[in-house]
C-alpha cells in the first residue's frame, strides 16, 4: 500500500498551487477555481487519514466539504455575473470602488 | 439516538421552519401570479414580512427557553453522537443571537422599505444565518461547527450583495466571497491535519488525545490554520483586510449583522474549539494569539483614527473589539470564559445602537455615512446624540457603562494567566480608540453642519436605540445578573472540561 | 518486471500524481479561463483516480459527479457567459507573481516540514474498533433442529458504500440536515443574486409571451376561484 505520507505530500503541492492562483492571479473566476484546488488537496488529505484509521469520519467530512464547495461555487458564480453585469469585467483589481 | 432527542433540536428546528414560511408567505399571499420586479417599492409587502419574521424569533426565543429545561438531563448523555451540546453556554448565545436578530429586523424595516428590494427573501436569509450560528455555537464536533459556520457564512455573502443594482454591494459580496472561501479552505486544512494528529474530530476526544501527545509539528501546524481561519470570521488583525471593505460596501443592516451577530457566533465557537479543544496545547498557541491580539487591537484602532467613513471607522474598530475578545480566549480560564460571553452581550448591544443612529441618519441607500453627517446632531436630535455618547463610551469602556465590566474580566483575565503586556497593549489601545470615537461626539456636539443628513427617526429605530441604551446603562450600573448568567454558562464549559481530564 | 508488477498501486500513484500536479499548475498558469477549466477538470478526475487507490470508490464516483459534472459545468458556462473579450488582458509575469510564487514556496516548505513522514499520528491502537460496523442479518441453521433456519445479526465487513451511509444517516444526522438546509441557501442565493431584474423600460419591451403567460395563469386562478 502507498504510505499516508505521499499522499500529504501530494496533497500539500495540490494545496500550495492553490494558494499561489489565488494570490497571483487577478481573473476573478481563476481565483476561484484556485480556491477548488485547495479545496480538493483538503479532500485529498481527509482521505488519506480516515484510511489511515480505518474510519469513516474523515471519508464523511469529505462529502460534507463537496457539498458545500458544490453549492458555493453556484453562489459565487452568480456573484461574478452580478459583477459583470456592472462593469464588463471579472477582475478583481477593477473592482476598487473602496480600496482594496 | 432517538427519536426523542429531537427535542433538543427544537429551536432550531422552529427557525429553520419558519426560513422556510418566509420563503413561501408571498407567493402564497400574491396568488401565484408574476409580479413585476421594478416599480413601486415594496413598501407594505416589508410590513407584513417584518411581523412574521417577529413572530418567528418569539417562537424561536420560546423555543430556546423550553429547551434549556433540558440541559440537566444532557449532562451526562451527549446528543447526537456527540455532534450536537444543549448546554448553558449555548443557551446564552442563543438568547443573545435571537435578540439581536430581532433588532436588526427593526432597523431593517425602513431601509427595505425604501428600497425596492424584496423583504421576505432577506428575513429568510438572516434567518438561515441565525439557524447556522445556532447550529455553530451548539457544535461540540468539528463537522457540526463547520457547517454551522458555512451556513452563517454564505448566508452573511449573499446578504452583503444583497442590493444587488449597487455596486458597492456586489463588490462587498464578490470580496467577502473570495476572502471567505479562501479562509475556509485554510480552515479546513488545519481541521484536517488535526484529525490527522488526533483522529478524531470530536472535541473532547481531541482534547483527550492531545493529553497523551507531546509537542508535534503537524499538530501545531493545524492549530495555527484553524486559527488562522477563525480569525479570519472574528476579523483579526493579519486577516482582516476584507472588513473594511465590505463593511463600506454591504446594506446598513446587514454591516450591522456582520458586526454584531456573526462576529459574536465566531467568538463563541473560537472560545469553544480552543477551550476545550485545545487547551493542553495553550503554551504553544498563547503566544501566536497573543500577537495576533495585539496586532488587531493596535491596527484596528489606529487605522481607525484616520476614517471619515463612519461604516469603515467602526470596521475598524470592530477589528480592535477583536482582539479585545481574543484576551479571554487567550488566558484559557473561566474569568476568560465569563469575559467572552459578557463581552460578546456588551458590545453587541452598544454596537447595535451605534447602527441605529447610523440608519436614523441615512434618508436612502447609502447616505449619512460620513462622520460629517453627524456635525450639529445634538440640535436636532438631542436624545439620539446623548445616546451615541453612552454607545461610545461603552464601547471604549468607560465606567458608569457595560463596556466597562466586560474589559474588567477580560484583561484581568489576560494578566491572571501572565499577559500583563498584553493588557496593558489593551488599555492603552482603549485610549486610543476613545479619541477617534470623540471625533464622533465633537462632530455632533461641537460643530455645527448644515445639517445635510436628514434625520429619519422611526419607532423602530427608536426602540432599538431604546433597548441598547438601556441594556448598556443598566449592566453597567447592575452588572450582577449579566455576570452571574455568564458565570453558570462559562462556568457550564470549565466543569465539564475539568471533568473530563479528572476521569482520565 | 516483477518489481514493478508488485508496486503497480506506487506507480499509478506516481503516475496520477504528477499529472495531479501538472494539471494543477497549468489551471493556475493558463491565461485562458476556459483551458483553466479544463485542466482543472483534468485535475479533478486525477484526484477521483487517487481516491480509488486509496480504497474509496464511491467518494470517487461522487468526486467525478460533483466536481467533473456538477461544478465544472457551471464554471464553464460561467466562463462562456462572460464574453472572453470581456476577460482582463493580465501579464503573467510581474514582481507580484513573483511575490506570490514566493509565499507559495515558502507555505510548500513549512507543508513539506509538517507531513514528512511520522509526522502524523501512527495509527491509534484502538482506532479499527472505532470504524462504523454493518450488520446484516444472514440464515443460519438451528443449533439443535436441523430443520430450522433462524436469523441472526453478524457483523460484515465494511463496505464502502454502506458504512458511509450507515454513519452519514446515523451519526452524522445533524451536520447532514444542517447540509441540506445549505444547499437550500444556495439555491435562494443564486437566485436572488443572479436573478436580473427588468428595468422598467425593459419591461415595457418585455416580449408578449411572457406577460401572456402571467396573464393567462390569473384568469386560470380567477376561473379556480370563481367554481
Known amino acids: 500500500m502507498i504510505p499516508t505520507h505521499y499522499f500529504l505530500i501530494l496533497s500539500a503541492i495540490l494545496f500550495t498551487i492553490g494558494v ?77 470602488l473602496m480600496h482594496w | 439516538m432517538t427519536w426523542g432527542d429531537t427535542i433538543y433540536l427544537l429551536p432550531e428546528i422552529v ?69 450536537f451540546a444543549l448546554d448553558s453556554f449555548a443557551i446564552f448565545f442563543k438568547l443573545l443571537f435571537i435578540a439581536t436578530m430581532a433588532m436588526l429586523v427593526l432597523l431593517s424595516d425602513d431601509y427595505l422599505a425604501a428600497s425596492r428590494y424584496s423583504a421576505w427573501e432577506y428575513y429568510s436569509l438572516l ?62 486544512y488545519g481541521i484536517s491535519l488535526i484529525y490527522g494528529v488526533t483522529g478524531t474530530l470530536n472535541l473532547m476526544r481531541i482534547a483527550d488525545a492531545m493529553s497523551t501527545l507531546v509537542t508535534n509539528d503537524a499538530l501545531m501546524f493545524g492549530i495555527m490554520l484553524l486559527g488562522a481561519g477563525l480569525c479570519f470570521k472574528i476579523a483579526a488583525a493579519p486577516f482582516h ?35 476545550v479543544g485545545m487547551h493542553h496545547f495553550r503554551l504553544d498557541w498563547q503566544v501566536v494569539l497573543a500577537i495576533i491580539a495585539a496586532l488587531s487591537m493596535i491596527i484596528g484602532n489606529l487605522a481607525a483614527i484616520t476614517q471619515d467613513n463612519i461604516k469603515r471607522m467602526l470596521a475598524y474598530s470592530s477589528i480592535g473589539h477583536a482582539g479585545y475578545v481574543l484576551l479571554g480566549i487567550i488566558s484559557v480560564s473561566e474569568m476568560g470564559l465569563y469575559g467572552v460571553l459578557v463581552y460578546s452581550v456588551v458590545y453587541v448591544f452598544a454596537t447595535l445602537g451605534i447602527w441605529a443612529t447610523v440608519l436614523m441618519l441615512s434618508k436612502h441607500e447609502y447616505a449619512g455615512e460620513q462622520v460629517s453627517d453627524f456635525e450639529g446632531l ?25 463596556g466597562f465590566i466586560g ?58 436605540a431604546a433597548i441598547c441604551l438601556v441594556v448598556t446603562l443598566l449592566f453597567g450600573i447592575l452588572p450582577g445578573p449579566l455576570v452571574e448568567q455568564a458565570k453558570i454558562s462559562g462556568g457550564w464549559v470549565a466543569k465539564r472540561v475539568a471533568a473530563n481530564n479528572a476521569q482520565r | 518486471m516483477d518489481a514493478i508488477a508488485s508496486n503497480a498501486p506506487l506507480v499509478v500513484f506516481i503516475v496520477i500524481g504528477t499529472i495531479a500536479v501538472a494539471a494543477s499548475f497549468l489551471v493556475v498558469m493558463m491565461r485562458n479561463p476556459v483551458h483553466s477549466a479544463l485542466f482543472l477538470l483534468l485535475t479533478f478526475l486525477c484526484v477521483a483516480v487517487l481516491f480509488v487507490i486509496k480504497a474509496a470508490e464511491f467518494v470517487a464516483a461522487v468526486q467525478v459527479l460533483v466536481y467533473a459534472g456538477g461544478i465544472m459545468v457551471l464554471f464553464l458556462f460561467v466562463v462562456m457567459l462572460i464574453n472572453v473579450r470581456h476577460l482582463p488582458d493580465e501579464k503573467m509575469t510581474t514582481s507580484y507573481t513573483l511575490g506570490g510564487i514566493g509565499v507559495g514556496v515558502a507555505i ?16 491509534a491502537p484502538n482506532a479499527a474498533k472505532k470504524l ?95 367554481n
Open chain 3, 132 to 226: 462504523t460496523t454493518v450488520r446484516e442479518q444472514v440464515l443460519t441453521q438451528h443449533p439443535t433442529d436441523p430443520n430450522k433456519l433462524v436469523r441472526k445479526w453478524r457483523a460484515k465487513d465494511n463496505r464502502n458504500a454502506e458504512a458511509i451511509g450507515m454513519a452519514l444517516y446515523r451519526d452524522y444526522l445533524v451536520p447532514f440536515e444542517v447540509a441540506s438546509l445549505f444547499l437550500l441557501v444556495a439555491m435562494i442565493g443564486a437566485i436572488v443574486i443572479g436573478k436580473r431584474e427588468l428595468s422598467a423600460l425593459e419591461e415595457e419591451t418585455a416580449p408578449d409571451y411572457m406577460l401572456e403567460r402571467v396573464e393567462t395563469e390569473k384568469e386560470v386562478k380567477d376561473l379556480v376561484n370563481a
Open chain 2, 407 to 464: 474589559k474588567y474580566f477580560l484583561f484581568y483575565a489576560a494578566v491572571g494567566a501572565g499577559f500583563g503586556w498584553l493588557a496593558i497593549v489593551a488599555v492603552l489601545m482603549s485610549a486610543v480608540s476613545m479619541f477617534f470615537y470623540f471625533r464622533i461626539v465633537m462632530a455632533m456636539y461641537l460643530r455645527d453642519g448644515d445639517g445635510q443628513a436628514e434625520v429619519v427617526s422611526s419607532g423602530g429605530l427608536k426602540l432599538v
Open chain 1, 20 to 96: 499561489v492562483g489565488v494570490l497571483t492571479r487577478k481573473n476573478g473566476i481563476t481565483i476561484f477555481m484556485s480556491i477548488e484546488l485547495m479545496v480538493n488537496a483538503v479532500n485529498l488529505t481527509f482521505l488519506a487519514y480516515a484510511r489511515q484509521f480505518h474510519q469513516v469520519h474523515g471519508l464523511i467530512f469529505v462529502f460534507f466539504i463537496m457539498a458545500i464547495a458544490a453549492a458555493e461555487a453556484a453562489v459565487g458564480l452568480a456573484i461574478f455575473i452580478t459583477l459583470f453585469h456592472h462593469r464588463d469585467t471579472i477582475d478583481v483589481d477593477e473592482a476598487n
Open chain 2, 15 to 83: 427557525i429553520s421552519i419558519g426560513a422556510c414560511l418566509l420563503l413561501i408567505a408571498p407567493v402564497m399571499r400574491r396568488g401565484g401570479g408574476v409580479v413585476r420586479a421594478s416599480g413601486a417599492p415594496s413598501g407594505g409587502g416589508a410590513r407584513t414580512a417584518k411581523w412574521t419574521m417577529l413572530a418567528i424569533l418569539v417562537l424561536t426565543a420560546v423555543a430556546v427557553i423550553a429547551s434549556s429545561g433540558l440541559v440537566a438531563d444532557v449532562a451526562q448523555t451527549k446528543t447526537f453522537a456527540s455532534m
Open chain 2, 378 to 402: 445634538h440640535r436636532r436630535a438631542p436624545l439620539w446624540a446623548f445616546a451615541m455618547i453612552i454607545f461610545l463610551l461603552s464601547l471604549g469602556g468607560i465606567p458608569p457603562t457595560a
Open chain 2, 241 to 275: 483586510v476584507w472588513t473594511p471593505d465590505v463593511y463600506e460596501g454591504a446594506p446598513t443592516p446587514i454591516t450591522a449583522f456582520l458586526s454584531t451577530a456573526s462576529k459574536s457566533a465566531a467568538f463563541a465557537i473560537f472560545a469553544r474549539i480552543f477551550y
Open chain 2, 127 to 188: 434567518s438561515f444565518a441565525l439557524c447556522g450560528m445556532m447550529f455553530m455555537v451548539s457544535g461540540v464536533h468539528l463537522a457540526a461547527i463547520y457547517i454551522g459556520l458555512e451556513l452563517l457564512s454564505l448566508s452573511s455573502y449573499i446578504l452583503a450583495g444583497y442590493f444587488k443594482n449597487e455596486l458597492k454591494s456586489t463588490e462587498a459580496a464578490m470580496k467577502y466571497f473570495v476572502l471567505g472561501t479562501v479562509s475556509s479552505a485554510i480552515l479546513l
Open chain 3, 108 to 123: 510548500f516548505v513549512l507543508f513539506f516540514a509538517v507531513v514528512r513522514t511520522g509526522a502524523y499520528h501512527d495509527e
